[in-house]
């Protein structure tokens, strides 16, 4: 898979030159800050003309750090850059005029009289500001600046407005709540401290469990006795949504062949089924129910979808960046899918 190609083909309308400006500490979007308003339309306005930082900056944003810090091998100059776009979206995180949507769900707050410029005759447009928070236009919105993590109140609030609304767009929420908190995650965080220091050597890619997690593999291993290759296949099958046969061998550096013994080790042994799943690009799966999704989804277990902090409601997909991305450093990733199986 081409990361950066995958990277503006979730992103797209999104501009992907703002996101390597970001990665290459350039000036872009990332750096610039302005004071936000409600409008009847949605989405906040601003009178800037600077192209400042703004929600779908957030989401783009975010979709990268958790990609580009998983995916990219070790040392590329983007997974180097993955801390500089983490840190200017924290930075802007910490504009107090920064207005973010929040959704379209009725409710009603305690503030002052709130008119947003262009709306002073329109009475029907009028709204409440409680700092934290606007309620206008039948919107609510939220000011991230101003909302602690001590202020479980405000949050909830926020949270509260995010609904599914569009479960066939790949990001279904109404409201930025879930990319704004998975921004501000300690999983987030321990991932963008991985992409720049790391024991995987230069090249390597955290997607190989015998180099991020070497560990889980021996323990995979001492538990079934199975060889190190059947260990490492199983450990990815376990954890990870993109794997692909012809992927996996690339990345695991396998042929053909040496992949199929591998897998018929697991089949052997009880541990996966060979069935071909539409869209899984696989023929070696774990037993249970699937998801199939929708492009640029893969298709995917059930099982695995709680590693990503997602879940399946009334059908739609419920991830916190929209695409089913790692919110954690994929050494942590591979020991918790371990983890779950090996405790039962």
């Not at 129910?289 to 902090?309: C, I, T």
Request: include cysteine; glycine fraction near 8%.
């Amino acid at each position: 898979m081409d990361v950066f190609e995958e990277l503006k083909r979730i992103i797209t309308p999104f501009d992907s030159e703002q996101i390597d400006h970001a990665l290459a500490d350039r000036p872009s979007t990332f750096d610039v800050d302005a004071r936000w308003y409600s409008n009847h339309e949605g989405p906040p306005k601003t009178t800037s003309e600077r192209s400042p930082f703004h929600g779908d900056a957030l989401l783009a944003g975010m979709q990268a750090i958790c990609l580009l810090g998983s995916y990219l091998p070790v040392g590329d100059p983007r997974r180097l850059g993955v801390p500089r776009l983490h840190a200017k979206i924290l930075a802007r995180l910490g504009n107090p005029e920064l207005l973010l949507f929040g959704g379209s769900r009725g409710m009603k707050i305690e503030g002052k009289p709130y008119v947003a410029p262009g709306y002073q005759s329109n009475p029907s447009q009028h709204g409440v500001d409680s700092g934290a928070l606007v309620v206008a236009h039948g919107y609510v919105y939220f000011r991230p600046a101003r909302i602690p993590a001590t202020d479980t109140e405000n949050l909830a609030r926020a949270r509260d407005a995010a609904e599914l609304h569009f479960p066939m767009q790949t990001f279904p929420w109404s409201g930025l709540y879930h990319v704004w908190q998975a921004a501000l995650s300690p999983g987030v965080a321990a991932l963008v401290a991985r992409a720049v220091d790391t024991p995987v050597p230069s090249g390597g890619s955290e997607l190989d469990p015998r180099l991020s997690a070497p560990a889980v593999v021996d323990a995979i291993q001492a538990r079934h006795k199975l060889d190190r290759d059947a260990a490492t296949l199983y450990l990815q099958l376990l954890a990870l949504v993109d794997c692909g046969d012809a992927p996996t061998r690339e990345l695991n550096g396998w042929s053909q062949t040496k992949h199929k013994k591998a897998a018929a080790a697991l089949v052997s042994a009880g541990l996966v089924l060979e069935h071909k799943q539409p869209r899984a690009n696989r023929k070696f799966v774990l037993d249970g129910p699937w998801e199939q999704l929708f492009p640029p989804h893969p298709a995917v277990e059930q099982s695995k979808l709680a590693l990503y902090d997602a879940r399946m409601v009334n059908g739609a997909l419920a991830a916190p960046l929209g695409r089913v991305l790692p919110l954690q450093p994929l050494h942590e990733l591979f020991a918790a899918a371990w983890q779950r199986i090996a405790e039962r």
